[in-house]
T-cell receptor
Framework: GESVGLHLPTLSVQEGDNSIINCAYS??????FIWYKQESGKGPQFIID?????DKRQGQRVTVLLNKTVKHLSLQIAATQPGDSAVYFC?????????FGKGNQVVVIP | NAGVMQNPRHLVRRRGQEARLRCSPM?????VYWYRQLPEEGLKFMVY????????ESGMPKERFSAEFPKEGPSILRIQQVVRGDSAAYFC?????????????FGNGTRLTVT
């Protein structure tokens, strides 16, 4: 069956540095991927998405990279700010739904 | 433009009682999803509905759980005869299209505690 997983449970990053969060997926048929951010007590908030016909997409301070060969997804956050402290989830689309990974805690050190 | 609205935010039930969770999707969204989240876990798919139809309920437990999305009014997730293992955060999400093809917009969840 499909599975989505994150490599590191917690990432501590100095304010102003760049952050990279990695995610592996196993369903090679997936063609849609999303990154969400979840702050304590809130629902997941959409950050950026990418379709399988692309390998890179940029947003405001964020970049998503997709490597279909090794089934790897990453989220890069530029100039990390205290407000970026949260849990980040990758999700892959398939079978009418999104399947989520376990999440990766990002802690920004002022 | 209001986002996805869920209520109540917190719900406490004793074992054996019923829990009813409500979700109003974003305006113009006809696709509704329910997910469950345990502490320090990702979100697990439960059910996908469109107006008056259950499209996919493969993530729902076979017993005690049901969901609806009527023509008028919010989507309801209903849990009968709750047990302690039902304690979790339940998130509703909506979208303009199928959730594997467009972003899901999530509410802030209902945190169910079964005592």
């Amino acid at each position: 069956g499909e599975s989505v997983g994150l490599h590191l449970p917690t990432l501590s990053v100095q304010e102003g540095d760049n952050s990279i969060i990695n995610c592996a997926y196993s369903n090679s048929a997936s063609d849609y991927f999303i990154w969400y951010k979840q702050e304590s007590g809130k629902g997941p908030q959409f950050i950026i998405d990418i379709r399988s016909n692309m390998d890179k997409r940029q947003g405001q301070r964020v970049t998503v990279l997709l490597n279909k060969t090794v089934k790897h997804l990453s989220l890069q956050i530029a100039a990390t700010q205290p407000g970026d402290s949260a849990v980040y989830f990758c999700a892959e689309g398939g079978n009418n739904r999104l399947a989520f990974g376990k999440g990766n805690q990002v802690v920004v050190i002022p | 433009n209001a986002g996805v609205m869920q209520n109540p935010r917190h719900l406490v039930r004793r074992r054996g009682q019923e829990a009813r969770l409500r979700c109003s999707p974003m305006k113009g969204h006809s696709h509704v999803y329910w997910y469950r989240q345990l502490p320090e876990e990702g979100l697990k798919f439960m059910v996908y509905l469109q107006k008056e139809n259950i499209i996919d309920e493969s993530g729902m437990p076979k017993e005690r759980f049901s969901a609806e999305f009527p023509k008028e009014g919010p989507s309801i997730l209903r849990i009968q005869q709750v047990v302690r293992g039902d304690s979790a955060a339940y998130f509703c999400a909506s979208s303009t299209d199928r959730g594997d093809n467009s972003p899901l917009h999530f509410g802030n969840g209902t945190r169910l505690t079964v005592t």
